[in-house]
């Protein structure tokens, strides 16, 4: 199962173990588990604080494994083979219940620690799904740290069945206690925000005591990191305010077109950028979604009011929010959004394995789309409002090759159907001729493009007919000391290397404003 690189770097992380741990397999006859048995080998084999042993009754999911610090009632377990992205996930997993601390906050471990209740918490992932990881390895931590937690992290692609009988149709899914507890991207932070009712509040009274910044940047994504550390380098007081840090880059799955990185993805880019911001002098507020920007008055201080209603005040704000999935805005995708409904195709994908779908965009990104779900359904329709595909030619030939896509072009969706429990099909609209035509299938992948985070300025900052903050060559807005980056402004190409260069110079614009108005 692991290629000698990868036995390598994990016996080099075993060293790490603190406790000695017991793999537990339970099993049945299917391929699958004579793979997972042949992992569990390989662990086993790599130090000496693992026993491995087979007890197929221990658990009715097969085949699944759990991981069990000896002698005491600390495990995780996962139902099913956790490669491909949580490979990282079983790694932290064998060395946190092996005693391996973890890197949290000691607040926020804290707070897991204090949590009472019963949490029976089942997570549904897919091993191609980017955004996954960070739930699994949230709620294994909180598993370990707290004895009234227990977390399943299940593989959907291996539990089909089990999949349609709960309708899962996006990942991550998660459960607590029989009923669904969230879907998407949660960190540690969001988990115990739903959990811990009075974690919002106390949140507030801390943001309300902060002095205020030279430089507040309001969002987390690479505009944002990048003013951050720009502005923190002048060794000027510095906060980020974002309602998660990463932003879209969280959402995006190869990158290969960054200067200098031949390939990375997302979340390790988005970890990467965090990683560097936290070297730096830098007041990260996570979890804080920004409502209202108010303009400086005579104490020379903007503020910045989030959703919870404390007010943060800053001699400059870089506002760098970023953009999120534009949606189709038609009857039923709102009520079947997550049901069938879904725009990471990555992510969702494997849960559509041999039924049929559609990707709405004609674009890189809908192309793009198409072709990595040709291999995993049993047909795709690629539907674009224009009269021809606006993807590179390069992907255009590759989606032309596939036997199993068809493309319809000058079309106009108009609704997804449903039969109230999940997608049954879609209408669309021939531009041509005004007929409306009918598709059955299961899925709907929406890839139309971005839509700027910019409602909340409405009436403050100038805007954009299509939402976008105006800004000048030296990232400065409408509204003295408020500087903007990235894709929330009108900056013409919304690329992630782009959006650093704008963040470093909103950052210098900001920090020229804050010395000449001294």
């Given at each position: 199962m692991l290629d000698q690189n990868l036995v390598t770097q994990l016996q080099a992380y075993l060293q790490k173990l603190q406790q000695p741990i017991e793999l537990v397999a339970s099993l049945d006859d299917r391929d699958a588990s004579r793979e997972l048995w042949a992992l569990l080998q390989q662990i086993d084999g790599l130090s000496d604080l693992i026993t491995l042993r087979r007890d197929d009754d221990a658990h009715p999911r097969r085949p699944s494994f759990a991981i069990v610090r000896a002698g005491t009632?600390?495990?995780?377990?996962?139902?099913?083979i956790p490669m491909g992205h949580e490979f990282t996930s079983l790694v932290l997993a064998l060395l946190q219940v092996g005693g391996h601390p973890s890197r949290e906050s000691q607040e926020l471990l804290e707070q897991?620690?204090?949590?009472?209740?019963?949490?029976?918490?089942?997570?549904?992932?897919s091993l191609s799904c980017q955004n996954c990881p960070d739930v699994v390895q949230a709620l294994n931590l909180m598993a370990v740290l707290n004895p009234n937690i227990r977390h399943v992290a299940i593989d959907g692609a291996l539990f089909q069945e089990e999949v349609e009988a709960r309708q899962v149709m996006a990942v991550p899914t998660v459960y607590l206690n029989g009923e669904v507890f969230g879907s998407g991207r949660m960190g540690l932070e969001e988990i115990l925000a739903k959990l811990d009712t009075g974690a919002a509040a106390r949140a507030a009274d801390r943001l309300?005591?902060?002095a205020p910044f030279d430089v507040l940047v309001v969002g987390g994504g690479p505009a944002g990191a990048a003013a951050a550390i720009y502005a923190a380098r002048k060794g000027i007081r510095t906060?980020?305010?974002?309602?998660?840090?990463?932003?879209q880059v969280l959402d995006t799955m190869a990158i290969e077109n960054f200067t200098s990185v031949p390939y990375t993805e997302g979340p390790k880019l988005a970890a990467d950028l965090e990683r560097h911001v936290r070297e730096y002098d830098v007041d990260i507020m996570n979890l804080q979604r920004a409502a209202k920007l108010i303009p400086a008055g005579d104490?020379?201080?903007?503020?910045?009011?989030?959703?919870?209603?404390a007010v943060l005040k800053s001699r400059s704000v870089v506002l760098a929010t970023g953009a999120r999935w534009r949606q189709l805005g038609v009857p039923g995708e709102a009520d079947y959004r997550n049901k069938g409904v879904a725009y990471c195709p990555h992510c969702d994908g494997p849960l559509f394995k041999g039924k049929r779908v559609a990707v709405i965009g004609g674009g890189n990104s809908g192309v793009e789309a198409a072709i990595d779900l040709a291999g995993i359904v049993a047909h795709v329709t690629l539907i674009e409002f224009d009269g021809k595909l606006r993807a590179d030619e390069v992907l255009q030939r590759k989606l032309r090759s596939l036997p199993n896509v068809d493309v319809v072009v000058s079309a106009r969706t108009t609704e997804v159907l449903g039969d109230g429990q999940k997608v049954i099909g879609l209408l669309y609209e021939d531009r041509g001729t005004g007929k409306v035509e009918s598709l059955a299938l299961e899925g709907v992948f929406v890839q139309i493009g971005l839509l700027p985070n910019t409602e909340w300025l409405k009436g403050t900052v100038e805007l954009s007919p299509r939402g976008e903050i105006v800004i000048d060559e030296r990232g400065a807005t409408n509204v003295p000391g408020v500087f903007a980056a990235g894709d929330a402004t009108t900056v013409p190409y919304k690329q992630i290397i782009i959006a650093m260069g704008a963040g470093s110079t909103a950052a210098l614009s900001a920090f020229d404003h804050l010395i000449r108005s001294t």
């Open positions: 009632d600390v495990q995780v377990r996962f139902a099913g897991v620690r204090g949590l009472e209740g019963d949490f029976g918490f089942e997570t549904y992932f309300r005591e902060k906060g980020v305010a974002a309602e998660r840090f990463g932003g104490d020379g201080l903007v503020g910045v009011e989030m959703e919870n209603g």
